[in-house]
Nanobody, 122 residues
Framework: QVQLVESGGGSVQAGGSLRLSCQVFGYTYSSLCMAWFRQAPGKEREGVATIDSDGSTSYADSVKGRFTISQDNAKNTLYLQMNNLKPEDTAMYYC????????????????WGQGTQVTVSS
């Protein structure tokens, strides 16, 4: 059974940084597309960043230049480095993995983590 476990969330002030991690258990995910999504209270879940099995990445416009998605295949772990955080980045962050098109749409992903909360204060 495939499990995704996120960690690294927390509370920071605007301008600060956090690094989220997502460890994959039960599958060697090097062939999966992996992604980070987030959902703020009262809002729909949105794709933040994706990374394909060939290492190609994509980002939402709102995080370009501030967030970096990466992976360590040897550790079966996905990362999201978040710099220059803004209050509007406050949300529950989820990692996801799947074999569909590597685009930031929920239904392309087969596996989801439980989420980790990120709170940015002004």
């Amino acid at each position: 059974q495939v499990q995704l476990v996120e960690s690294g969330g927390g509370s920071v002030q605007a301008g600060g940084s956090l690094r989220l991690s997502c460890q994959v258990f039960g599958y060697t995910y090097s062939s999966l597309c992996m992604a980070w999504f987030r959902q703020a209270p009262g809002k729909e879940r949105e794709g933040v960043a994706t990374i394909d099995s060939d290492g190609s990445t994509s980002y939402a416009d709102s995080v370009k230049g501030r967030f970096t998605i990466s992976q360590d295949n040897a550790k079966n772990t996905l990362y999201l480095q978040m710099n220059n955080l803004k209050p509007e980045d406050t949300a529950m962050y989820y990692c996801a993995g799947g074999w569909g098109d590597c685009i930031p749409k929920d239904d392309e992903y087969n596996y989801w983590g439980q989420g980790t909360q990120v709170t940015v204060s002004s």
